[in-house]
């Protein structure tokens, strides 16, 4: 359970990892297979899998369950204060934050390494214990590159490492089908989801209202005329994660943006897929105002080949189960101010996004190349190492304490009950 923290010197001083094979563009997937996994073989036995499977099945099963019966119990709370239903339900949606990551660092436990530009300088530090503190704002929206499915998982332990703690005020945009997954689909709809079905005129009205949910202030009304009540007035926190490629990177999904940027004319990219710009310019607009930056992760694992995808080495089975997560997954954050956008033309920011892809593309050569993002600009020297962990290992208990209040409290009124009758 000892977490130790090592702070890289520079990138170039720092030791380099094995090289990766490199693949041909048009490799197929059997040959993209066909070289040693990028956490070498398998840490346990069929048997041994099976019994983590079992246990990780029991494990996130009882979670999620506790959680959602959670949410239900204080769904009264909707019609009786607004902010109080909102603010329960934030900790609900902590408990799912401490749920996931108690579960990688358990089953799936790896390195977190992490640099940035000067943009975020101030904003990254390192604590006594080996975990890294982020000071990100309350208010932000956060795009990424979408390598494989864990991303959201990672980017979620993100919000808990930063102060104040973020990981109950995440808000994700999600395909529509998601919604019908059994406790997941109403789990995520308590939590304030955005499902989309991705075509853009029957997702306006839904994202418009969602988004203008987020942006509503509370405290004192708008028309109350004294400035300190004024002063009173505020934003709920809020995270908006947006991954503007709309899917992980997957040879299908490379070879689909490589048509695209054929047949308009574009650069194709090496590592990455051309963005979407129309939801994110319209999140944007929608929200000019209420946030001040766009916060841009560009996310890269450890071993992946060039040519290769994530998705094909890191499996749900090889990740939790066979013991072969990622040895390192890496991060390197960018700040961007909405007020330098340009966010009064479709097509100008259109251009302006697909040139920070670039950038996240070239990024990612380096990275393939080196084994290393560019070191920290951001006021610490060279990368900061850490894991996916919390801060105690008992953490991970908060996830039952409501639901075990609301078994106290019941089980109180009940024998309350019982002696007024017995009287």
């Known amino acids: 359970m000892t977490s130790e923290l090592r702070q890289r010197p520079v990138a170039n001083a720092a030791p380099a990892p094995a090289p990766t094979p490199n693949l041909s563009a048009n490799a197929s997937k059997s040959e993209r297979l066909n070289i040693e996994h990028p956490s070498g073989k398998a840490k346990h036995s069929q048997l041994v899998a099976l019994l983590r499977l079992l246990s990780f099945v029991a494990y996130f099963a009882t979670g999620l369950v506790v959680i959602h019966i959670t949410q239900f ?7 009786i204060n607004r902010e109080f239903y909102y603010a329960y339900i934030a900790l609900t949606k902590q408990s799912f934050g401490l749920l996931v990551t108690a579960m990688t660092h358990w089953w799936a436990p790896t390195v977190i390494r992490v640099s940035g530009d000067a943009s975020v300088a101030g904003q990254l530090s390192l604590t006594p214990d080996g975990r890294i503190e982020a000071k990100f704002p309350e208010r932000l929206v956060m795009i990424a590159n979408h390598q494989i499915y864990t991303d959201w998982l ?6 808990y490492t930063n102060v104040p703690a973020m990981h109950g005020h995440l808000y994700i945009i999600l395909k529509e089908s998601l919604k019908y997954i059994p406790i997941i689909g109403p789990g995520c709809m308590f939590f304030g989801f955005i499902f989309l079905s991705r075509k853009m005129a029957t997702d306006r009205p839904r994202l418009s209202y969602r988004l203008g949910k987020l942006k509503k202030k509370h405290g004192v009304p708008d028309d109350d005329n004294d400035d300190d009540e004024q002063s009173k007035q505020y934003y709920d926190p809020m995270w908006l ?11 299908n999904g490379r070879v689909k943006s490589g048509k695209w940027a054929e047949k308009m004319g574009l650069k194709d990219m090496q590592h990455m897929m051309l963005p979407r710009s129309t939801g994110t310019f319209f999140c944007l607009n929608e929200l000019k105002g209420t946030v001040d930056y766009v916060y841009d992760c560009t996310v890269a694992y450890e071993g992946v080949p060039r040519g290769g995808y994530g998705e094909e080495y890191f499996t749900l089975s090889s990740t939790y189960f066979h013991g072969r997560p990622p040895k390192s997954v890496n991060f390197y954050w960018r700040r961007f101010a909405l007020a330098d956008m340009p966010l009064h033309d479709q097509e100008e920011f259109d251009k302006w996004l697909r040139d920070r892809w670039y950038e996240k593309d070239a990024l990612m050569e380096q990275y393939v190349s080196t084994g290393r993002f560019p070191a920290n600009g951001a006021g610490i020297e060279g990368h900061i190492e850490t894991e996916v962990r919390t801060q ?8 039952f304490i409501m639901l075990g209040s609301f078994v106290l409290i019941f089980g109180s009124i009940l024998r309350a009950l019982r002696n007024l009758a017995g009287k």
């Open 241 to 251: 994660l947006l991954f503007p490629e709309g899917t992980n990177l997957s040879d």
């Open 73 to 79: 119990l204080g769904a009264p709370l909707y019609w």
């Open 392 to 399: 105690y290992w008992w953490e991970f208990l908060k996830i």
């Open 154 to 159: 990672y980017l979620w332990w993100v919000g």
